[in-house]
Protein backbone atom coordinates (compact mmCIF):
# COMPACT_ATOMS: atom_id res chain seq x y z
CA UNK A 1 0.00 0.00 0.00
CA UNK A 2 1.11 3.74 -0.82
CA UNK A 3 2.06 5.54 2.13
CA UNK A 4 1.57 9.40 2.25
CA UNK A 5 4.16 12.18 2.20
CA UNK A 6 5.67 11.90 5.70
CA UNK A 7 8.81 12.44 7.44
CA UNK A 8 9.69 9.78 10.52
CA UNK A 9 10.29 12.57 13.08
CA UNK A 10 7.18 14.64 13.50
CA UNK A 11 4.99 11.12 13.60
CA UNK A 12 4.33 11.63 17.27
CA UNK A 13 5.13 15.43 17.56
CA UNK A 14 1.26 16.61 18.64
CA UNK A 15 0.64 19.82 17.16
CA UNK A 16 -0.85 22.12 19.75
CA UNK A 17 -0.75 25.35 17.32
CA UNK A 18 -1.12 27.76 20.13
CA UNK A 19 -1.16 31.10 19.37
CA UNK A 20 2.13 33.04 18.83
CA UNK A 21 3.18 34.83 21.48
CA UNK A 22 4.06 38.55 20.89
CA UNK A 23 7.78 40.00 20.97
CA UNK A 24 9.51 43.10 20.48
CA UNK A 25 11.38 43.50 17.34
CA UNK A 26 10.60 40.26 15.64
CA UNK A 27 7.55 39.21 13.68
CA UNK A 28 6.79 35.72 14.30
CA UNK A 29 3.11 36.39 12.78
CA UNK A 30 5.07 37.47 9.65
CA UNK A 31 7.36 34.40 9.39
CA UNK A 32 4.80 31.52 10.03
CA UNK A 33 2.63 32.98 7.40
CA UNK A 34 6.13 33.04 5.16
CA UNK A 35 6.40 29.60 6.30
CA UNK A 36 2.67 28.24 5.62
CA UNK A 37 2.85 29.95 2.02
CA UNK A 38 6.06 27.79 1.06
CA UNK A 39 5.58 24.78 2.68
CA UNK A 40 1.68 24.24 3.62
CA UNK A 41 -0.49 25.12 6.50
CA UNK A 42 0.95 22.17 8.50
CA UNK A 43 4.59 23.00 8.61
CA UNK A 44 2.79 26.24 9.27
CA UNK A 45 1.45 25.04 12.73
CA UNK A 46 4.04 22.89 13.28
CA UNK A 47 6.49 26.01 12.95
CA UNK A 48 4.09 27.67 15.34
CA UNK A 49 4.13 24.81 18.08
CA UNK A 50 8.05 24.76 18.01
CA UNK A 51 8.84 28.34 18.31
CA UNK A 52 6.01 28.82 21.10
CA UNK A 53 6.78 25.71 22.88
CA UNK A 54 10.51 27.22 23.13
CA UNK A 55 9.68 30.72 24.19
CA UNK A 56 7.31 29.54 26.98
CA UNK A 57 10.55 27.76 28.34
CA UNK A 58 12.72 30.92 27.71
CA UNK A 59 10.14 34.02 27.58
CA UNK A 60 12.85 36.43 28.55
CA UNK A 61 15.30 35.89 25.27
CA UNK A 62 16.53 38.73 23.67
CA UNK A 63 16.16 39.82 20.21
CA UNK A 64 19.13 37.31 19.22
CA UNK A 65 17.55 34.47 21.23
CA UNK A 66 14.11 34.96 19.79
CA UNK A 67 15.44 34.53 16.48
CA UNK A 68 17.92 31.48 17.15
CA UNK A 69 14.68 30.10 18.28
CA UNK A 70 12.76 31.00 15.35
CA UNK A 71 15.16 29.92 13.24
CA UNK A 72 15.46 26.03 14.71
CA UNK A 73 11.91 26.07 14.66
CA UNK A 74 11.59 26.79 10.86
CA UNK A 75 14.20 24.34 9.87
CA UNK A 76 12.31 22.07 12.50
CA UNK A 77 9.01 22.21 10.76
CA UNK A 78 10.04 21.28 7.66
CA UNK A 79 11.53 24.23 5.83
CA UNK A 80 14.87 22.91 4.71
CA UNK A 81 16.20 26.08 3.53
CA UNK A 82 16.76 26.93 7.36
CA UNK A 83 19.44 24.53 8.08
CA UNK A 84 22.63 26.62 7.44
CA UNK A 85 21.33 29.18 9.53
CA UNK A 86 19.69 27.42 12.37
CA UNK A 87 22.99 24.78 12.87
CA UNK A 88 24.89 28.07 12.94
CA UNK A 89 23.30 30.02 15.51
CA UNK A 90 22.54 26.46 17.59
CA UNK A 91 26.83 26.52 17.60
CA UNK A 92 26.54 29.32 19.08
CA UNK A 93 24.02 29.16 21.62
CA UNK A 94 25.21 25.48 22.96
CA UNK A 95 28.72 27.62 22.70
CA UNK A 96 27.16 30.46 24.80
CA UNK A 97 24.74 29.25 26.63
CA UNK A 98 22.07 31.07 25.77
CA UNK A 99 19.40 30.59 24.60
CA UNK A 100 19.60 28.21 27.41
CA UNK A 101 19.61 24.78 26.60
CA UNK A 102 16.03 23.56 27.46
CA UNK A 103 14.65 26.61 24.99
CA UNK A 104 16.83 24.79 22.27
CA UNK A 105 15.37 21.52 23.04
CA UNK A 106 12.24 22.23 22.77
CA UNK A 107 12.69 24.30 19.32
CA UNK A 108 13.81 21.09 18.44
CA UNK A 109 11.47 18.62 19.88
CA UNK A 110 13.94 16.84 21.88
CA UNK A 111 14.76 15.49 25.24
CA UNK A 112 17.61 17.93 26.71
CA UNK A 113 20.18 15.49 26.29
CA UNK A 114 20.07 14.34 22.90
CA UNK A 115 20.66 18.26 21.83
CA UNK A 116 24.58 17.62 21.47
CA UNK A 117 24.65 14.60 20.05
CA UNK A 118 21.71 15.51 17.58
CA UNK A 119 24.51 18.68 16.89
CA UNK A 120 27.50 16.46 16.12
CA UNK A 121 25.13 14.56 13.86
CA UNK A 122 24.32 17.22 11.39
CA UNK A 123 27.63 17.86 11.22
CA UNK A 124 28.31 14.32 9.49
CA UNK A 125 24.73 14.33 8.09
CA UNK A 126 21.74 16.29 7.44
CA UNK A 127 19.94 13.11 7.48
CA UNK A 128 21.04 12.84 11.18
CA UNK A 129 18.66 12.29 14.44
CA UNK A 130 19.04 10.83 17.57
CA UNK A 131 16.53 7.76 17.17
CA UNK A 132 17.17 7.03 13.22
CA UNK A 133 20.42 5.31 13.24
CA UNK A 134 20.10 1.88 12.65
CA UNK A 135 20.75 0.37 9.02
CA UNK A 136 17.87 0.67 6.98
CA UNK A 137 15.46 2.50 9.17
CA UNK A 138 13.05 4.74 7.34
CA UNK A 139 13.57 8.37 7.36
CA UNK A 140 10.71 9.58 5.44
CA UNK A 141 8.38 8.90 1.87
CA UNK A 142 7.96 12.04 -0.62
CA UNK A 143 6.13 12.36 -3.69
CA UNK A 144 3.02 10.16 -4.47
CA UNK A 145 -0.01 10.50 -7.15
CA UNK A 146 -1.35 13.65 -7.85
CA UNK A 147 -4.76 12.51 -7.74
CA UNK A 148 -4.36 11.37 -4.40
CA UNK A 149 -2.25 13.28 -2.25
CA UNK A 150 0.83 13.58 -4.02
CA UNK A 151 2.75 15.88 -6.94
CA UNK A 152 2.91 13.42 -9.82
CA UNK A 153 0.61 12.20 -12.52
CA UNK A 154 3.33 9.45 -13.48
CA UNK A 155 5.49 6.96 -10.81
CA UNK A 156 9.15 7.69 -10.35
CA UNK A 157 11.36 5.47 -12.99
CA UNK A 158 14.79 7.28 -11.99
CA UNK A 159 16.58 8.45 -9.00
CA UNK A 160 20.21 10.51 -9.29
CA UNK A 161 22.42 12.14 -6.40
CA UNK A 162 23.84 15.54 -7.92
CA UNK A 163 27.19 16.92 -6.45
CA UNK A 164 25.01 19.19 -3.74
CA UNK A 165 24.53 18.15 -0.22
CA UNK A 166 20.78 16.75 0.02
CA UNK A 167 19.73 17.18 -3.17
CA UNK A 168 18.33 14.36 -6.04
CA UNK A 169 17.05 14.67 -9.31
CA UNK A 170 13.67 12.21 -10.41
CA UNK A 171 12.27 11.22 -13.21
CA UNK A 172 9.02 10.15 -13.29
CA UNK A 173 7.12 8.84 -16.90
CA UNK A 174 4.49 6.98 -17.27
CA UNK A 175 5.60 4.19 -20.85
CA UNK A 176 7.72 6.61 -21.76
CA UNK A 177 5.16 9.64 -22.37
CA UNK A 178 4.40 12.33 -19.95
CA UNK A 179 8.16 12.56 -18.38
CA UNK A 180 9.17 15.10 -15.92
CA UNK A 181 11.80 15.70 -14.30
CA UNK A 182 12.07 17.15 -10.21
CA UNK A 183 14.30 18.01 -8.20
CA UNK A 184 14.25 17.35 -4.36
CA UNK A 185 15.87 19.14 -1.77
CA UNK A 186 15.56 17.38 1.39
CA UNK A 187 16.85 16.69 4.97
CA UNK A 188 15.46 14.86 8.32
CA UNK A 189 12.94 17.41 9.21
CA UNK A 190 11.06 18.16 5.35
CA UNK A 191 11.91 18.83 1.73
CA UNK A 192 10.68 20.52 -1.52
CA UNK A 193 9.63 19.11 -4.75
CA UNK A 194 10.38 21.50 -7.58
CA UNK A 195 9.24 19.95 -11.42
CA UNK A 196 12.02 21.48 -13.61
CA UNK A 197 11.09 22.74 -16.99
CA UNK A 198 11.80 21.09 -19.91
CA UNK A 199 14.62 23.41 -20.83
CA UNK A 200 16.28 23.60 -17.12
CA UNK A 201 16.74 19.47 -17.13
CA UNK A 202 19.96 18.62 -15.92
CA UNK A 203 21.88 15.63 -17.60
CA UNK A 204 22.43 14.22 -14.01
CA UNK A 205 19.23 12.09 -14.16
CA UNK A 206 19.98 8.76 -15.26
CA UNK A 207 18.04 7.45 -18.06
CA UNK A 208 14.84 5.26 -17.68
CA UNK A 209 14.46 1.71 -18.20
CA UNK A 210 11.90 0.40 -20.40
CA UNK A 211 10.41 -1.19 -17.02
CA UNK A 212 11.61 -0.44 -13.36
CA UNK A 213 10.05 -2.68 -11.23
CA UNK A 214 9.50 -1.10 -7.42
CA UNK A 215 12.70 -0.83 -5.68
CA UNK A 216 14.73 -1.46 -8.45
CA UNK A 217 15.93 2.20 -8.31
CA UNK A 218 18.11 4.09 -5.50
CA UNK A 219 20.89 6.36 -5.40
CA UNK A 220 22.75 6.93 -2.44
CA UNK A 221 24.12 9.97 -0.69
CA UNK A 222 25.88 10.81 2.52
CA UNK A 223 23.86 9.15 5.36
CA UNK A 224 20.91 8.25 3.22
CA UNK A 225 19.46 5.91 0.25
CA UNK A 226 16.40 6.85 -1.72
CA UNK A 227 14.44 4.07 -3.40
CA UNK A 228 11.58 4.07 -5.44
CA UNK A 229 8.64 2.68 -3.88
CA UNK A 230 5.31 2.65 -6.52
CA UNK A 231 4.14 6.13 -6.87
CA UNK A 232 6.71 7.35 -3.79
CA UNK A 233 10.55 7.36 -3.34
CA UNK A 234 11.73 6.81 0.19
CA UNK A 235 14.70 8.00 2.33
CA UNK A 236 16.08 5.36 4.45
CA UNK A 237 19.66 4.98 6.34
CA UNK A 238 22.19 3.38 4.57
CA UNK A 239 21.84 -0.86 5.43
CA UNK A 240 25.72 -0.29 5.86
CA UNK A 241 26.94 2.42 7.40
CA UNK A 242 30.68 3.56 7.58
Known amino acids: MTQRPHHVVNDDVVVTDPALPEVIEVDLALSSSRIESLHGTTAGARYRHFVAEALAVDPGADRDGVLTLAALAAWRCGAPAFRTDALRRLDLA ?131 VLRIRGYTVQLRVPETIG
Not at 138 to 161: D, E, I, K, Y
Request: glycine share 12%; no cysteine.
Open 94 to 224: LAAGSPALPALAAALGLPEGDVAPFTALQQHSRFGWPELQAPGDLLAVMGGFRGLFGPWLAPPVAVSATDRPGIFLIRTSADGSTTEDWQLTVDVFGHTLVRLPVDEREPGVSEPHETVESGAAEVSATGA
